[in-house]
């Protein structure tokens, strides 16, 4: 089973920036989704982002031109750009893989992996 390892969070400042990552220990070609998700203390995970396979993305409504999902086939990574940052954005961020779905005719992913440990973002106003 491949394992999936977040990193790049930490403490930003409102407006800033910061790119997570995503390794995984194999490939993650044959993935047909892979995405972020978030949670926020006291707060239900939710799904941040997501890409296809054929690199087709689709964001949360609260991140939608300000963060960009991307993957690296050939070196078994997936990334989150995020910019301009807000406070709301606090929250610790999971990778994971699944499939493409649509609930009521909107596209989303459905994780199949386990959960890692996650990456801490701060953003203090």
């Known amino acids: 089973q491949v394992q999936l390892v977040e990193s790049g969070g930490g403490l930003v400042q409102a407006g800033g920036s910061l790119r997570l990552s995503c390794a995984a220990s194999g490939s993650i070609f044959s993935f047909d989704a892979m995405g972020w998700y978030r949670q926020a203390p006291g707060k239900q995970r939710e799904l941040v982002a997501f890409?296809?396979?054929?690199?087709?993305?689709n964001y949360a409504d609260s991140v939608k031109g300000r963060f960009t999902i991307s993957r690296d086939n050939a070196k078994n990574t997936m990334y989150l750009q995020m910019n301009s940052l807000k406070p709301e954005d606090t929250a610790v961020y999971y990778c994971?893989?699944?499939?493409?779905?649509?609930?009521?005719?909107?596209?989303?992913?459905?994780?199949?992996?386990?959960w890692g440990q996650g990456t801490q973002v701060t953003v203090s106003s």
């Open positions: 994971n893989s699944g499939t493409t779905t649509k609930i009521a005719g909107i596209p989303t992913m459905a994780a199949f992996g386990s």
């Open positions: 890409i296809s396979r054929g690199g087709s993305t």
